[in-house]
């Protein structure tokens, strides 16, 4: 067992590593002096060179690299180009719009996918199948922000049920802010739900011809009983594994449905960033969300070892 | 009580939806079993042996159509509604499945698979169906049941694990049971353990049973009577002496040629009748034997050929008894 | 998104010359989601082609004093906020799409599979490292590495193209891993190597033939992703630029106008579903026709 735990959590180091590694090169090294950038072609040399002092540009890359991998894991990012304040404060006062949102999002999906695949795969070849199943295809072709704004349309312009964008906030309870991403979370569901449900139903079927399931069946289970008891459980690899694959899809798409409904999230924040070249708030915007991305595959990994027995074992 | 039969089997036929369309994959099969009797089911792959036995346990995918009449202590079970059809699976008829590396589930405890029939059919408490698991797998000889019954199945080696489902199928005492191949997959040392076991089980609890194999071997060694499939039909049938010592079929006396070496259990593809078992789709008219028949005549080919009594209880279906009987399969 | 897909592709390695030609296309005529999606992405196709010799209109002219007209004989589904007939902006914008689609599963079909096919021949630290790089790669969806190049060279069609084209790496390292390891197992193989063959020649003799009938059919699901990639970056401002049109630019003008002339966001949105479900459609089918192991299964 800790065999298996250290060699995920290596692994897992690593691939961070590597993230920054060529964050840092890309965002850092190859774009040459920001100080530069920030002030334009035309600023005098003295004060670019002031400037470039003063962000700490006039160091080594490795010592700046070596600094910014320090600072991170002290939760010191750094201060932005632009604004002169820490980074670290600016990406946590988004974080409590985008984490919510992708929560949101990841929970509509499961509990949409899990029961269109369930339900497809125990009548499989049904009508009921057929037709879910030509849905989840609409659903794969459309791209989220179009769905996004076709929601807007119909809750927001036709309907005026819901605000056509916005964020309400925490501040006035848990209701407002909800409501307030109700809509960006279902548009970024419904695409990704479509995808789990096809696999979540080829899974169980592929599981509900294994032997063990006539086994079960043999033994006075009834047809309800093998699906929840027998088949879900071992199921439940290969979805698990399609969804952590599905939340660096998520991520990138809270980004886009951010900018659809006007969200100030971490994907508005990169977005400002860019146009004011922070390039600082740029990279540790996008670190920050390859380690969720890769921290999420990690947490999937080791899920595994939970529900499936024989990975412990093989793993040692 | 032991005058009536526990099961009764009238004129059963199975169709079934293959990939080239629907084919008969058993017909006319008629038999009776006793409250501790024990048939022997033999043939080549795909004759139809597991599809007889999976239309006992109501186990047949959705899409199958099934004819004729199976009685089970006198209620018919042809047409059954699943539900009804679970109170007895696993409970009064249980099945021991050919490949034991896939039957149990791997996500579960061993123990839990053994508890589950009673937990289902017994109505007692969790804490008692794990004691009685213990004490299951203790019978059925897996080493260190109480250690071992909170191990799931990638722990155990196939023998061991053919033990466990053999718990399992037995866990509510039920009146028959069905073996279809409990061996093929398992070492050649381990078969004869398992088959040992089975006797004893069956014995000692008083239960019929059916034991399907390819190996005329372990059919001599373990049941009263037994039945030759052939193409989806009992080409013979009749107690297992007389069908040892005076057989009719050509194609059980090809069988019997065809057998390894004594000793020799594992079940190995018989090759040595010429040619091979007949696709399903395209079964001939008459005789299903006819096209590897050494003595076949153009009538066989006219209708299936009725059931012929050669002895006590002993039915041939073939209409050239009196040649293939003359030959001697007997002398083999 | 695509790993289910890819799993069941890798799975799969069979020989697509040995089934004649005709025997596929009378069996294509008859599968029904491979002949819509054929339809549908011919109809796209249609369109870009025509866009190069023939538009209703000019595409990029700007005619602001009639704009935001309602459909009529003259414009069939009207004009945009600047005048421009909405029929050449749809017909032109499917140009761009096809345009980097095209050259991004180009990018990641021929580094995706001569990296894989490299990692099937030579086994080892190689393929473990090949394979752990694209397990890496796939922690940066196309928008995260389109906004790391927007960053620093600005938004444009190259840094789409580049973008989405990284992105499509890792599953085609994936699926011709998997497949080509699965030839590399069979009788054939072996007997060239007995014959003293080279692992170059091999691959390109033997593994290659033998895994294009999966390649094609990730390269159609993989196009539709990189549509809907492209779609999502010209939304975003990083993608196309203006004046040159595009579906995701469109949404994006649209947008600003949802309550005065809803229909602008209706059609490009359309537009984008259409051409990536028939993709998704015709490869579903590709892949039931060129593998009936599989096919069987649906
Ligand atoms: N679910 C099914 N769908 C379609 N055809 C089936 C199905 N199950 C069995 N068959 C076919 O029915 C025939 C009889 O199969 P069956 O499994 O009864 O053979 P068997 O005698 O048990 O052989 P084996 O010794 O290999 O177990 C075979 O031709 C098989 O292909
Ligand atoms: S009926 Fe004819 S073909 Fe069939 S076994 Fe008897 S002799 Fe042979
Ligand atoms: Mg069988």
């Not at chain 2, 089975?198 to 014995?203: H, K």
Request: proline share 5%.
């Amino acid at each position: 067992m800790s065999v298996f735990f250290l060699r995920r959590i290596l692994t897992l180091v690593a691939t961070l590593f590597a993230a920054s590694l060529i964050i840092f090169l890309v965002l850092d090294a190859l774009p040459g002096n920001a100080a530069q950038m920030l002030m334009g072609a035309d600023a005098s040399p003295d004060a670019v060179r002031a400037l470039t002092v003063k962000l700490g540009l006039d160091q080594p890359l490795t010592v700046r690299y070596l600094l910014w991998i320090k600072g991170m894991a002290v939760g010191d990012l750094g201060n932005s180009y632009v604004y002169g304040t820490p980074v670290a404060g600016l990406i946590a006062e988004r974080l409590v719009l985008t984490i919510p949102l992708a929560i949101m999002s990841m929970l509509i999906t499961v509990v949409l996918a899990l029961a269109a695949g369930i339900y497809t795969a125990a009548n499989h070849n049904k009508l009921g199948d057929v037709g879910v199943m030509s849905l989840t295809q609409v659903g794969i072709a459309l791209p989220n922000f179009w769905f996004a704004i076709l929601l807007i349309l119909l809750f927001s312009v036709k309907l005026q049920l819901l605000s056509a964008g916005g964020f309400a906030g925490w501040d006035d309870g848990i209701w407002p802010g909800i409501r307030s991403l109700l809509l960006p979370s279902i548009s970024l569901a419904v695409v990704q739900a479509a995808i789990l449900a096809r696999v979540t139903r080829s899974a169980v079927l592929e599981v509900l011809r294994e032997d063990f399931v006539r086994t079960a069946r043999a033994k006075g289970l009834g047809k309800r009983e093998v699906l929840w008891r027998h088949v879900l459980r071992n199921a439940m690899i290969p979805v698990m594994t399609v969804m952590g694959l599905q939340f660096a899809n998520l991520l990138a798409g809270t980004i886009v449905i951010e900018n659809v409904f006007y969200l100030p999230g971490l994907g508005r924040l990169i977005f400002q960033s860019i146009a004011n070249r922070d390039l600082i708030v740029v990279r540790n915007c996008v670190m920050l969300l390859a380690a969720m991305v890769v921290t999420v595959n990690f947490v999937v990994d080791i899920l595994y070892a939970f529900i499936d027995p024989r990975i412990k074992v093989s793993n040692l | 009580m032991s005058g009536a039969p526990l099961i009764e089997v009238k004129d059963l036929g199975v169709r079934l939806n293959t990939s080239r369309g629907p084919a008969q994959a058993v017909r006319g099969v008629n038999f009776a079993l006793r409250r501790g009797e024990t048939l022997g089911l033999v043939g080549e792959s795909g004759c139809g042996k597991s599809v007889t036995a999976l239309a006992l346990m109501g186990l047949l995918p959705e899409s199958a159509v099934i004819s004729g009449s199976i009685r089970f202590d006198g209620a018919e079970l042809v047409g059954l509604p699943d539900a009804a059809y679970c109170k007895l699976r696993g409970n009064r008829i249980s099945m021991i499945f050919q490949e034991p590396m896939t039957a149990l589930n791997p996500m579960h405890t061993i123990g839990h698979q053994v508890a589950e029939p009673l937990l289902r059919h017994a109505g007692i408490s969790a804490a008692e169906a794990r004691q009685e698991a213990i004490a299951l797998l203790d019978r059925v000889g897996l080493p260190d049941a109480a250690k071992r019954v909170d191990a799931y199945p990638h722990q155990f080696s196939g023998g061991q694990r053919q033990r466990i489902t053999i718990a399992m199928a037995l866990a509510c005492q039920p009146d028959v049971l069905i073996a279809d191949e409990p061996t093929t997959a398992l070492d050649v040392t381990i078969q004869g353990q398992i088959l040992d076991l089975i006797a004893g089980l069956v014995e000692e609890r008083g239960m019929s049973m059916i034991l399907i194999s390819h190996d005329l071997g372990v059919i001599a060694e373990n049941v009263n009577r037994m039945m030759v499939m052939y193409g989806g039909t009992v080409v013979e049938s009749g107690a297992t002496d007389a069908v040892f010592t005076r057989m009719g079929h050509p194609y059980t006396q090809g069988l019997f040629r065809a057998r390894p070496r004594l000793g020799a259990r594992k079940g190995t593809r018989l090759k040595t009748i010429a040619g091979t078992v007949p696709e399903l789709a395209d079964l001939p008219a008459g005789c299903t034997f006819a096209d590897r028949c050494a003595i076949v005549e153009a009538r066989c080919r006219a209708a299936l050929p009725a059931v012929v009594d050669v002895g006590a209880a002993h039915g041939v279906r073939c209409i050239r008894t009196d040649v293939s009987m003359a030959a001697g399969g007997s002398i083999a | 998104m695509s790993a289910p897909l890819t799993a069941s592709a890798a799975t799969s390695a069979i020989a697509p010359g040995a089934r004649p030609v005709t025997g596929f296309w009378r069996r294509a005529l008859r599968h029904r989601s491979f002949v819509l999606g054929a339809v549908l992405s011919l109809i796209v196709l249609g369109a870009a082609l025509l866009s190069l010799v023939w538009t209703p209109w000019s595409a990029t002219d700007i005619d602001i004093a009639s704009k935001l007209r309602p459909p009529s004989a003259a414009h069939w589904l009207g004009t945009d906020v600047l005048g421009r007939d909405i029929v050449s902006l749809l017909l032109v914008g499917a140009r761009s799409t096809i345009l980097v689609g095209v050259i991004a599963v180009g990018i990641g079909l021929s580094f995706g599979v001569c990296l894989g096919l490299v990692a099937a021949a030579r086994k080892g630290w190689t393929e473990e490292l090949i394979m752990r790089m694209s397990d890496f790669t796939f922690a940066f969806p196309a928008v995260l590495s389109a906004i790391m190049l927007a960053a620093v060279a600005g938004p444009g069609m190259v840094t789409s193209i580049t973008a989405i084209g990284i992105f499509q790496i890792p599953t085609f390292v994936r699926v011709t891993r998997g497949s080509a390891n699965a030839i590399w197992a069979r009788e054939f193989v072996l007997a060239a190597r007995a014959a003293g063959k080279g692992s170059f020649r091999i691959t390109i003799e033997h593994v290659l033939p033998n895994i294009l009938s999966i390649l094609i059919v990730q390269a159609t699901i993989q196009f539709a992703l990189a549509i809907l990639a492209e779609a999502a970056l010209s939304y975003l401002g990083l993608g196309t630029q203006p004046p040159q049109p595009s579906w995701g630019r469109m949404l994006n003008d649209a947008q600003t106008l949802l309550f005065q002339s809803p229909m602008l966001a209706v059609y490009p949105g359309a537009a984008i579903a259409i051409a990536v479900l028939g993709l998704n459609l015709l490869g579903d089918g590709l892949r039931d026709l060129l593998d009936p192991r599989l096919a069987r299964e649906r």
